[in-house]
């Protein structure tokens, strides 16, 4: 199934908030993750993107996907 287009930039922003987990998880299994190095980027990318991102999703996505599911 092709994602709507409408979806790529929710997808964008899945793919760099993993990105920079897996970079994390990374940095910690090596044993040299330290909060602080990581935290200006953390907050950085929430200010940029992810809170916009969880706005989307739970007041535009989800309640779309519901009423989507009630329909059947």
Same mark, same amino acid.
């Given at each position: 199934?092709?994602?709507? @287009?409408?979806?790529? @930039?929710?997808?964008?922003?899945? &793919? ?18 330290? *909060?602080?190095? +990581?935290? @200006?980027?953390?907050?950085? &990318?929430? &200010? ?11 007041? *535009?996505?989800? @309640? ?6 009630? +329909?059947?």
């Amino acid at each position: 199934m092709l994602r709507d @287009p409408a979806l790529i @930039p929710l997808s964008r922003q899945h &793919q760099h908030a993993l990105a920079l987990c897996v970079r994390i998880d990374r940095s910690l299994k090596a044993g040299i993750a330290e *909060v602080d190095v +990581w935290q @200006p980027e953390i907050e950085e &990318q929430f &200010q940029q993107e992810i809170r916009y991102h969880f706005d989307a999703e739970e007041s *535009v996505l989800f @309640p779309m996907n519901a009423q989507r599911i009630s +329909w059947r």
